[in-house]
């Protein structure tokens, strides 16, 4: 089966956007590099979004994907497109993207600041919404291991970029 193809960088954005509608802002990126990603552009498209609110994230070529902090959130975020490989290509990137956000665990880090003493650390895992990885979350990110890690799945729908948000208690 063949999929349209769905850049890590769209991910991203979408993430960014549905971080900051949540009072989350974004703080640092891992911008993707590789065959086929821009990640020049990526990263001059988020400075110039951030640079309106006059503020300018961390870029770094290691860790989280998304790094986002509010009063009460600590989100730790891989991001995953698709290409258009074949099933077993997409399995074995989806496993790579699932082994990543599981080292995202941890304890906050302090100080955070008066007002973010009680932050909760937020694992998130976005992929688009196509049937091979929904079809891998269902099948290998069982709620046990959600709730226990407060994975939330992050489903990027597309051409529109807007993310369902699937809390560790939901099925997806």
């Known amino acids: 089966m063949t999929y349209s193809p769905v850049k890590e960088t769209e991910i991203i954005r979408a993430v960014a956007s549905f971080l900051i509608h949540r009072g989350a802002l974004p703080y640092r990126?891992?911008?993707p590099r590789g065959k086929g990603m821009n990640t020049g552009e990526t990263t001059d498209y988020l400075r110039q979004w951030f640079g309106k609110a006059g503020f300018e994230p961390e870029f770094s070529s290691q860790g989280a994907?998304?790094?986002?902090?509010?009063?009460?959130?600590?989100?730790?975020i891989e991001?995953?497109?698709?290409?258009?490989?074949?099933?077993?290509t997409h399995r074995n990137n989806f496993d790579r993207a699932l082994a990543s956000v599981v080292t995202y665990?941890?304890?906050p880090?302090?100080?955070?600041?008066?007002?973010?003493q009680n932050v909760q650390?937020?694992?998130?895992?976005?992929v688009p919404t196509s049937p091979t990885f929904l079809h891998?979350?269902?099948?290998?990110?069982?709620?046990?291991?959600r709730k226990r890690l407060n994975l939330w799945i992050l489903l990027?729908?597309?051409?529109?970029?807007v993310v369902k948000a699937v809390s560790p208690s939901e099925n997806c």
């Open 109 to 116: 880090p302090y100080p955070l600041g008066e007002k973010n």
């Open 156 to 161: 990027c729908e597309q051409p529109s970029g």
């Open 136 to 145: 891998q979350i269902n099948r290998r990110v069982r709620s046990p291991l």
């Open 121 to 126: 650390l937020c694992l998130g895992l976005a």
């Open 29 to 31: 990126f891992s911008v």
């Open 65 to 76: 994907d998304v790094e986002a902090l509010s009063d009460t959130e600590w989100w730790r």
């Open 79 to 88: 991001c995953k497109g698709i290409g258009s490989g074949k099933s077993p």
């Open 105 to 107: 665990f941890e304890e």
